[in-house]
């Protein structure tokens, strides 16, 4: 079944302890994006992939890393958790770019106390 | 960056009527629009993308349309169903080319039996 996994799907931690999101696609798409929703402002892009080794900024990227070392996984990394960043995040992708659909992942939810 | 406004924040309507869903954007004019649908808990589910040169688009029970003057699309379900209640968002890419989709905030609708 195509799909994108998004592990976990609950995550509560404390502040500054680095923790790691993962992400995969069984599509074999070349573009994947991170999403935060938070209420009242939506879905925010925190950074996207092109292809492997191409990754670039949305438009909330402070406080997060991502890589893309291969095609299928895309993690997004918290190397100091805040608490401003307790968030409902979410993985996409698409076979092409931002100008195609969207498959998002089932979300993460991420608690920073 | 491009704001998109989707007017109402929740809608309800009787079983069997038409829904009709508002989403507008300001600054860039974007080539596309798509419509996404997301249930509780659940990440976004894609349902139409219409180009800036395509007046309406139609999957069964869904229409939408995008009016470049106005900068503004609409987003219909008609004979809607309880099982159509979900929160509809809106999103386009802004500038040409651009590789972030800009998401609305969205409409829950809530269809009545």
């Known amino acids: 079944e195509a799909q994108v996994t998004q592990n976990p799907r609950y995550l509560i931690t404390v502040t500054g302890k680095k923790l790691t999101v993962t992400c995969s696609q069984n599509?074999?798409?070349?573009?994947m994006s991170w999403y935060r929703q938070d209420p009242g402002l939506g879905l925010r892009q925190i950074y996207y992939?092109?292809?492997?080794?191409?990754?670039d900024k949305g438009d909330v990227p402070e406080g997060y890393k991502v890589s893309r070392k291969e095609k299928r996984n895309f993690p997004l990394i918290l190397e100091s958790p805040s608490p401003n960043q307790t968030s409902l995040y979410f993985c996409?992708?698409?076979?092409?770019?931002?100008?195609?659909?969207?498959?998002f992942g089932s979300g993460t939810q991420l608690s920073v106390l | 960056s491009q704001k998109i406004e989707q007017n109402s924040e929740a809608l309800n309507i009787q079983e069997g009527k038409t829904a009709t869903l508002t989403c507008n954007y300001t600054?860039?004019?974007?080539?596309?629009l798509q419509w996404y649908r997301q249930d509780p808990g659940r990440g976004p589910v894609f349902l139409l993308l219409?180009?800036?040169?395509?007046k309406e688009k139609r999957k069964e029970r869904l229409k939408v349309t995008f009016d470049t003057t106005l900068k503004q699309s609409l987003f219909h379900i008609t004979a809607s169903q309880p099982a159509d209640s979900a929160t509809y968002l809106c999103?386009?890419?802004?500038?040409?080319?651009?590789?972030?989709?800009?998401f609305g905030t969205g409409t829950r609708l809530t269809v009545i039996p």
């Open positions: 996409a992708s698409s076979l092409l770019g931002a100008n195609e659909k969207l498959f």
């Open positions: 600054n860039y004019s974007p080539a596309y």
């Open positions: 999103a386009n890419p802004g500038r040409a080319g651009a590789n972030n989709l800009f």
């Open positions: 219409i180009r800036e040169n395509e």
């Open positions: 992939s092109m292809n492997v080794e191409v990754t």
């Open positions: 599509m074999n798409h070349e573009y």
